[in-house]
């Protein structure tokens, strides 16, 4: 697998609450980012593999909705969390 335990355990130390924090916002925002720049680096060396590319269209509208709903809630958090990620917007 891509995602060793060990990985996502560092994802959600850095941007949870803790390393089991799997739950909040920012977390899983960072993760999806994470899967996102995976899954493009592997569309750069596959380019017609179309279901990878649905499924990163899938993750980007997630992670996007995901953002919308911490704007909406905090938006301290939402720039925070922008910011450490380097996303636009």
Do not use: C, W
């Not at 850095?14 to 920012?26: F, R």
């Not at 925002?29 to 750069?44: D, G, N, P, V």
């Amino acid at each position: 697998m891509y995602l060793p335990k060990e990985k996502k355990e560092e994802i959600f130390g850095t941007y949870g609450k803790s390393n089991t924090d799997t739950g909040s916002a920012e977390s899983q925002i960072a993760l999806f980012s994470y899967r996102i720049s995976h899954l493009t680096e592997h569309l750069k060396l596959n380019k017609k593999d179309n279901s990878t590319r649905f499924a990163l269209r899938k993750l980007v509208g997630r992670r996007r909705s995901m953002l919308d709903y911490l704007k909406a809630r905090d938006i301290n958090r939402y720039r925070e969390i922008i910011s450490k990620l380097g996303l636009r917007k």
